[in-house]
């Protein structure tokens, strides 16, 4: 694929926004999402996506990036008018999760030129979304404690369409593991720089060590939560998040609400980032360190030299 180089921007759906202008960012979360695993869980409405929206500007947000993947309800129809009406900006994702959120006859109709359909959501626009509005970054998932054939499939279109664009690479890692085995596939086999990926999940697996060693190669740590989806974790988010302050990984952490069922919808939810733990972090910390992790990291990690390419048809969303 011929590649242009461009300006650093983050990839919004109502077009690419200097990264200085982010603002104040929930780094992982959703406002749509579908999938067989969840049956009377879909995050489908409208107008508690706008609530939850409003609720967050309103505590002071400004940005808002929906990691579903294609194929998962995103309603990539809906984002840009929801970001007109609320202020926010949204980042949405192309990509695919892991095989058991399809049904197999659909992934396999996906499989045949998926990282041409990735990059045709990232420079032409994504299916189903109103004229002109794009992607911003690449959705993949691991598995537990390793990858299968399908991860292993969805990850190297993922890395051909990061090398055709530029475009950040997202990763769901089940209750926070296989995130070496994800380094090594992407970095090390595809060539994938490693500031160019998002570890998503970790704190689901609060194994600082582990932490600790994955911080060196450079990709940005994202700890989601608080939702009552992973309440589970909260009680050691702050901490997993002081230790990776001490351990002089500020620079690569990001923050999320990731509320991923209908039940989880209305509280803490994503303000709870910024009228719980970001004062939380104040008081331990001082003020810099909510602005890192709110505001400058994720505009580092979500901006990108992106390249225009071919365009490219899309498959259905």
Not at 227 to 242: E, G, I, K, N, Y
């Amino acid at each position: 694929m011929s590649a242009r180089a461009t300006t650093s921007a983050v990839r919004t759906v109502l077009g690419d926004l200097d990264p200085a202008d982010l603002g104040v960012c929930d780094a992982h979360d959703h406002l749509f999402l579908r999938s067989p695993r969840l049956p009377g869980e879909e995050l489908d409405d409208p107008a508690a996506a706008a609530e939850v929206l409003r609720a967050f500007a309103a505590a002071g947000g400004r940005a808002f990036v929906q990691w579903t993947p294609a194929g998962m309800g995103r309603r990539a129809d809906l984002l840009p008018e929801l970001s007109r009406t609320t202020g926010v900006h949204l980042v949405a994702a192309t990509g695919l999760h892991q095989a058991v959120h399809y049904d197999p006859a659909d992934l396999e109709r996906r499989y045949a030129g998926l990282a041409g359909f990735f990059v045709a959501e990232l420079t032409t626009g994504l299916h189903g979304a109103p004229e002109g509005a794009r992607a911003g970054l690449i959705k993949v998932a691991g598995d537990f404690h390793g990858l299968d054939a399908h991860t292993r499939r969805v990850m190297a279109a993922a890395a051909e369409a990061h090398h055709a664009t530029g475009a950040p690479i997202a990763v769901h890692h089940e209750l926070g593991t296989a995130a070496p085995d994800v380094l090594d596939l992407l970095c090390e086999r595809h060539g994938v720089p490693p500031g160019r990926v998002i570890l998503g999940h970790l704190n689901r697996h609060p194994d600082l060590r582990l932490q600790r060693e994955l911080a060196p190669s450079g990709a940005f740590l994202a700890l989601d939560g608080p939702s009552r989806a992973h309440h589970a974790t909260d009680h050691h988010l702050f901490d997993t998040v002081a230790a990776l302050v001490e351990a002089g990984r500020a620079d690569q952490l990001l923050l999320g609400g990731d509320t991923t069922t209908r039940a989880a919808r209305h509280a803490p939810g994503p303000t709870h980032l910024l009228t719980g733990l970001g004062p939380r972090l104040t008081r331990a910390f001082g003020p810099d360190l909510p602005h890192r992790l709110l505001t400058a990291n994720p505009a580092r990690a979500f901006a990108a030299e992106w390249r225009a390419a071919p365009d490219e048809g899309a498959a259905d969303s």
